[in-house]
């Protein structure tokens, strides 16, 4: 219920009469004041006194009318309420203050733009490319955004069938995927763990021009798809490369792109063909191709036309790569896990999978000392995050090699020294034959 005290009658209302004539507000009367000094600059008032325009008093209150004028953001207070008057040193203070503020203002509102629109993908410059690509009739239209990703940002995108640059017989996907690979280096402090040591990019890596890098990147999805599409591995076909944006065709149909395995719903005969499917591709890649995926898991895998697709392989390495075998160690061990959670029977464990893409005898070569000799003997959560912050010992070597030397150097001194105090050196079963572990002999425990 509304009370009473707040219940009126409109009729009961009295009528408040209004001068037409009257001034709306102070502000008002003042500059019909000012307006009364001819354009000579001054007059004589009733009692016959000059008044110029430089009057203090009407130069305050001019100065009051113009701080009126200034941006909406800044704070005047109820000027019109009362008779305000301001000095020129006063007004020119605010005023100075008032183009600061805005200039900063309009400067951190730029500033988070460029911010938020680099995070996305799409930096000014991303979308020049894009828009001369459509000049040029090489895209009809860009649909919108398909997923976004620490890395990039995918586009969905149709080619122009009238695209006057094609040669005869050539034609483009109708759907494509346009990749925008971020322009910040925020998600990418261990880019150059996968690219400085690819002799294809050898004398070309950089860290002192972050664009460069990313540039790069890009490039190495280009050249690593175009070798997996040559040996007949399912992934999505290039179109055209600039700079840091990658058109693919679209692995989906009518705008909808294909799901990743995780998301995909398989039945239990799918799930089986697609584990033994992803068995295939990884031996293949391996062996043909001559790559190592990097990052593979069931979110780097599309389900489409009832076959898996491989994307995301711009960190893919060679075999030949420092790191390859602790990658590939890592890629076994998520398609592993994954199938082993979904319920499929016979899977292969992480270490049976990684002898069985490599062909290395697991008679002969253990697959946690082949890991443990890239990452000089620490575990892989350790190392998982390297940079240029991580202590050099936490490093990976360069060649295995290095670290074979240095154990033997070690165990030769170690068996000299421990030699002529009079102890004995064993081999400990836990370890390889080639190094052994020295014990004191009063501390051996007799048979």
């Given at each position: 219920m ?8 409109e ?7 209004v ?8 502000f ?11 354009r000579?600059?001054y007059?004589?008032n009733e009692?016959?006194?000059?008044v ?9 209150r001019?100065?009051?009318c113009?701080?009126m004028s ?46 938020a629109?680099?995070?996305?993908g ?7 490319i ?5 000049n040029n009739?090489?895209?009809e ?11 990039a940002v995918?586009?969905h995108?149709?080619?122009?069938p ?8 050539e034609?483009?996907p ?7 690979f ?10 150059d763990?996968y ?8 004398g070309?890596f ?5 664009r460069t890098?990313i540039?790069m990147w ?9 070798r997996?599409?040559?040996m007949?591995i ?9 700079k840091?944006i ?13 799901p990743?395995l995780?998301e995909?719903?398989l039945?239990?005969?799918q799930?089986?063909c697609?584990?033994?499917e992803?068995?295939?591709?990884m031996?293949?890649?391996y062996n ?5 995926h990097a990052d ?7 389900w489409?036309d009832e ?9 893919s390495?060679e ?7 602790e990658?590939?160690?890592r890629d076994?061990?998520n398609?592993?896990t994954?199938?082993?959670k979904?319920g ?5 464990s992480?270490?049976?999978?990684f002898f069985?893409?490599t ?7 253990n697959?946690?000392i082949l ?11 350790v190392?998982?995050?390297i940079?240029?912050d991580t ?6 070597l360069?060649y295995p090699?290095?670290?074979?030397w240095?154990k033997?150097?070690k165990f030769?001194g170690?068996?000299?020294?421990h030699?002529?105090?009079g102890?004995h050196?064993k ?20 048979g």
């Open positions: 509304v009370p009473e005290e707040l219940l009126y009658d009729e009961d209302q009295a009528e408040v009469p001068d037409p004539k009257a001034d709306w507000d102070r008002e009367t003042n500059e019909k004041e000012e307006k009364t000094i001819p000579v600059g007059k004589v009692d016959g006194e000059m110029t325009k430089h009057n203090q008093d009407i130069s305050g001019k100065n009051a113009k701080v200034f941006p909406p953001e800044f704070s005047t207070g109820d000027g019109a309420g009362f008779d305000m008057k301001l000095s020129n040193k006063v007004f020119n203070q605010l005023k100075s203050h008032s183009k600061k503020t805005t200039k900063k203002q309009h400067k951190a509102a730029d500033r988070k733009e460029n911010i629109t680099a995070e996305m799409l930096d000014e410059p991303t979308r020049m894009l828009y001369k690509w459509i009739q090489l895209l239209s860009i649909d919108g955004i398909i997923s976004t990703g620490k890395e995918i586009l995108g149709e080619t122009d009238t695209n006057p640059n094609l040669e005869e017989g034609s483009y109708k759907e494509v995927a346009i990749k925008v971020s322009t910040t280096l925020n998600e990418f402090k261990q880019r763990r690219i400085k040591d690819d002799f294809r990019f050898a070309r950089s860290k002192q021009n972050a890098v540039n890009a490039e190495k999805e280009l050249h690593n798809l175009n997996m599409k040559r007949g399912r992934c999505p076909e290039v179109v055209v490369l600039k840091n990658l058109v693919m065709s679209f692995i989906g149909e009518n705008l909808v792109p294909a990743k995780k995909a719903v039945s239990e005969a799930l089986i697609a584990y033994e992803m068995v295939e591709i031996h293949k890649l043909e191709a001559r790559l190592v593979l898991s069931e979110y780097n895998i599309l489409f076959q898996c697709w491989i994307i995301d392989v711009a960190q390495v075999p030949g790569h420092p790191g390859a075998l990658f590939l160690m076994c061990d398609i592993s994954f199938f082993t979904r499929v029977s016979g899977v292969k992480k270490e049976d999978l069985h893409v062909g290395l005898d697991p008679l002969t070569h697959a946690t890991e443990r000799i890239h990452m000089k003997g620490q575990p892989a959560h190392v998982s995050g940079d240029d202590p050099e010992h936490f490093k990976p360069e090699f290095d670290l074979a240095q033997v150097e030769k170690s068996k000299k020294k030699h002529q105090s102890a050196c081999p400990e079963g836990n370890v390889a034959n080639e190094f052994e572990t020295c014990v004191p002999k009063e501390e051996q425990v007799s």
